[in-house]
Each structure stands twice: as C-alpha cells, then as structure tokens.
C-alpha cells in the first residue's frame, strides 16, 4: 500500500511564494516519477509538474514554468514543490501523485497513487 502525504499549502498575497511537501510511504514503494497537479473546482484536473525518481529530469505545464519548481529528497521519498510569484490563477487544490512505470507525465489517469490534496489559495 502507497501512500502520499502532502503538506504546506495556504493562504498567500499574490506575488508571494509556497512550498508544498509530499511525503510518499509503502514497502515497496519505488516510483518512476512523482508529479503535482491541481484542481480548481468545476474543471478537470491539471498538470502542474513532474520529476523523473532515478534521473530528475522535470517537466513543467507552461503556465507555471519559470515560477514553480519540483524536486525530490530520494533519501526521504520526498518531493517538493516551490511556488514562487504565485498568481490568483494558481489557487486550487494541489494533488500530489506518483506512478512506477514510464509513461506520459502529464496525464492524471498514468498516476495510480495520489494524496488528498491541500488548498492554495492566492488573494490579489
């Protein structure tokens, strides 16, 4: 059984910055790539960005590419999403995910494994 933990999410200004915290747990738990994506409430789920495990190669939706940045501690099957120059656009609720084989990164339905998500919420 995996599971995913996420934390540090919020309320900022716009402009200000978050970093959120998944924590991934499981004895057999080796993923291939750990990603985060989001919903805001009536839309579908988006890609936000993803981290390959063993490599750390990253990918990054355009919308958030230059101001957010993801990064794992393997030691601590952890990944991390910095959030700079955060936006009213980007208040949502943030999902961490991961999944154990090679296959598109930015499409929610590869993922098997997902947290319960935390609020972001940015004020103007």
């Known amino acids: 059984q995996v599971q995913l933990v996420e934390s540090g999410g919020g309320l900022v200004q716009a402009g200000g910055s978050l970093r959120l915290s998944c924590a991934a747990s499981g004895r057999t738990f080796s993923p291939y790539t750990m990603g985060w994506f989001r919903r805001v409430p009536g839309k579908e789920r988006e890609f936000v960005a993803a981290?390959?495990?063993?490599?750390?190669?990253?990918f990054y939706a355009d919308s958030v590419k230059g101001r957010f940045y993801i990064s794992r501690d393997s030691a601590k099957n952890t990944v991390f999403l910095q959030m700079n120059s955060l936006k009213p656009e980007d208040t949502a609720v943030y999902y961490c995910?991961?999944?154990?084989?090679?296959?598109?990164?930015?499409?929610?339905?590869?993922?098997?494994?997902w947290g319960q998500g935390t609020q972001v919420t940015v004020s103007s």
């Open positions: 995910a991961a999944k154990q084989i090679s296959t598109a990164v930015s499409r929610s339905g590869n993922y098997p494994y």
């Open positions: 981290i390959t495990w063993s490599s750390g190669t990253t």
